[in-house]
């Protein structure tokens, strides 16, 4: 097995909240994207490469809640909570052969639809961020070419993802256990640190952080 990074996800109470703040920080605007059933959410989308996206995912007001939690925290979302870079996919090739250890941590594959789309994806089974967001979600996409390929170019890729955790050496051990390769960085916070991301993309108006970062040392 092996794993590479997929997309990222923004994390908001609605979607126009959430594309605002990607906007806002890039400077390009994201596509419609659709609804997913078994989830009760919905979401927009912006290519970042050939095979990697950035998607603004939110609860689906139309929607009836699902009968279990909801993927992404979301369920914890209050209604006026900011945007934000919640967490990171990544995509692998045998999502059935993760081992316990790493189950514990991301949760087991279920199957998900959003259209004509299909894929299996780990879901803990209360819903919530794998490390708090700090190791990915695995995805393994039913049908090739990967979807990014049929979004709008809008210029953008990705450059790199910085994750700041308390205790890297234990999400680098889940990567290793993942054999993940891809442009993802780890940092360390201090211990009462709270996790957070840091997405470099390029776009047609010059390298963009986001969340943007203003005068910030994401060394580490």
Same mark, same amino acid.
Request: glycine residues 10%; hydrophobic residues 40%.
């Given at each position: ?5 997929? &997309? ?33 959410? &919905?979401?927009?989308?912006? *290519? ?17 809640? +699902?009968? *279990? ?11 006026? #909570?900011?945007?934000?870079?919640? @967490? ?29 789309? !299909?894929?299996?994806? @780990?879901?803990?089974?209360?819903? !919530?961020?794998?490390?708090? %967001? !700090? ?11 990967? +979807? =990014? ?10 450059? =790199? ?26 940092? #360390? ?10 997405? &470099?993309?390029? @776009? ?9 970062? &203003?005068?910030?040392?994401? %060394?580490?």
């Amino acid at each position: 097995m092996k794993t590479t990074l997929d &997309h990222l996800a923004i994390v908001a109470p609605d979607l126009d909240t959430g594309c605002a703040f990607v906007t806002g920080a890039l400077g390009v605007d994201l596509q419609p994207g659709g609804a997913h059933p078994r989830m009760g959410t &919905h979401n927009r989308l912006l *290519r970042l490469g050939p095979d990697t996206y950035l998607e603004v995912i939110a609860i689906d007001p139309s929607a009836q809640r +699902p009968d *279990r939690p909801r993927w992404f925290g979301m369920d914890d979302l209050p209604v006026d #909570a900011p945007p934000r870079l919640a @967490t990171w996919v990544a995509r692998t090739d045998d999502i059935q052969a993760i081992n316990d250890a790493c189950r514990n941590i991301v949760g087991n594959p279920e199957p998900m639809t959003r259209g004509t789309l !299909s894929w299996q994806i @780990t879901i803990p089974a209360d819903g !919530s961020l794998p490390l708090n %967001g !700090s190791a990915p979600t695995l995805i393994q996409w039913e049908q090739a070419p990967h +979807p =990014a390929t049929a979004m709008l170019d809008r210029g953008c890729e990705l450059v =790199a993802l910085d994750v700041f955790d308390p205790d890297p050496g234990k999400v680098q051990a889940l990567l290793t256990a993942l054999n993940f390769f891809g442009p993802v960085h780890l940092h #360390a916070l201090e211990a009462t640190g709270k996790p957070y991301l840091v997405a &470099h993309i390029q @776009t047609p108006s010059g390298l963009k952080t986001l969340p943007i970062v &203003h005068g910030c040392d994401l %060394g580490g």
